[in-house]
């Protein structure tokens, strides 16, 4: 079992793999500076930086901060909304037929704006929540980047590493509240391919339930076991079953006696929970019971990665979270 810790194994392959990362909150948050030139300073990537009004300017200078030259810099002036991003704008959301004045509007927020970059390719991916909210962020990247082919559901996971450094993968901890069955196997598949692309395990996939094949009934457990079915109806090799209870997901002994035919209990690494509540109750336990490291949450299903950061990040956090986006970028 590896005795590396899974952000260092994360750092390592957004090193060799060199991508470019949007912070369109660099100018109206120091630690999104201080991490931009650590992300350097590492050789984790190239940082973008956004200046809305010379916003980048002035919070360098008050910091006394410097950025190093191999920091990209795009500088934006809200009276001059490039033309390019108000076309990118009406097309993308024309089904909704917004006024120019809410095309204006949402041309000027800087979250839209890293969105842009990152939809028409002069950025791999973008990191933002150090001061926009979660629901920011993710209606910011559903209007530029969009959903992922195959998919049509954003939702997230959390990276949870426990004391032995074993990783497991949750999901969904922070994005759809109650999914129904067709979200609930969305939310299987994309976390499945995540967990693969950022850890380099195949995954057995765990559809969550407080009922293990067919131990209780209930409408709850009817949605779980659906959405299993469209799983194995929508792709065959993925290794996934449930629904099972946690314990018999994770402890072989107790697989053996209650899921004996399983292929997932016992060793199962991709732990679906069945609505927000559970997902969200379930990676805090494990994070301040089990002592487990959480890392996340972890946007996917976007067509190109959009990370969200909580208000309360580290510079470290920051750099963590870009070097995410580099790996899930790569895909
Ligand atoms: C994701 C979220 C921001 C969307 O909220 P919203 O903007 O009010 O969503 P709406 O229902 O009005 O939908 C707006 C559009 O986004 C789409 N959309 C909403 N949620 C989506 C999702 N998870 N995946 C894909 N598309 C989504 C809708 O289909 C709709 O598309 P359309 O404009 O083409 O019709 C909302 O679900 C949310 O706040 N989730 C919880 C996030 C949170 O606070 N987490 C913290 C817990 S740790």
Redesign the pocket.
């Known amino acids: 079992m590896s005795k590396v810790s899974i952000l260092e194994i994360i750092r390592n392959n957004a090193e060799m793999i060199g991508k470019k990362i949007v912070l369109p909150e660099a100018g109206i948050d120091k630690r999104v500076i201080r991490a931009a030139i650590q992300m350097v300073m590492g050789g984790f990537g190239t940082p973008v930086l956004l200046s809305v009004d010379d916003d980048l300017e002035k919070l360098v200078k008050d910091s006394k901060l410097a950025i190093p030259d191999s920091i990209e810099v795009i500088k934006i002036q809200s009276s001059k909304i490039d033309p390019l991003l108000i076309e990118f704008l009406k097309e993308k959301l024309s ?2 037929n917004p006024s120019d004045a809410q095309i204006r509007e949402l041309a000027s927020d800087r979250l839209v704006i890293a969105g842009w970059l990152v939809a028409t390719g002069r950025a791999d991916g973008a990191v933002a929540g150090s001061v926009a909210s ?2 920011s962020v ?2 910011a990247a ?1 209007r530029t980047i969009g ?1 992922a082919e195959g998919t ?4 997230s996971i959390f990276l949870m590493e426990l004391p032995d450094y074993r990783v497991l993968t949750y999901g969904d901890c ?4 109650y999914p129904d069955a067709q979200q609930l196997a969305d939310i299987a598949m994309t976390s499945a391919q995540s967990h693969k692309l950022l850890t380099g395990q195949e995954a057995y996939v765990a559809m969550l339930s407080f009922s293990t094949k067919g131990s209780a009934n209930h409408e709850r457990v009817e949605l779980v076991r659906e959405a299993v079915s469209i799983v194995n109806d929508t792709d065959s090799r993925l290794i996934i079953d449930g629904e099972l209870q946690f314990d018999t997901a994770f402890v072989s002994k107790i697989a053996e006696r209650k899921a004996p035919e399983s292929e997932v209990a016992g060793k199962a690494n991709v732990m679906i929970f069945p609505n927000l509540d559970a997902g ?1 109750i379930g990676y805090k336990i494990t994070e301040r019971v089990g002592g487990a490291k959480a890392v996340g ?1 972890i946007l996917q ?1 976007l067509a190109k990665p959009f990370m969200d950061l909580s208000r309360g990040c580290s510079v470290d956090d920051i750099v963590d979270t870009a070097c995410v986006a580099a790996v899930l970028s790569a895909k």
């Open positions: 089904h909704k979660t629901a993710i209606r559903l959903v049509k559901l954003v939702s922070a994005v759809v509240p969200n949450p299903g």
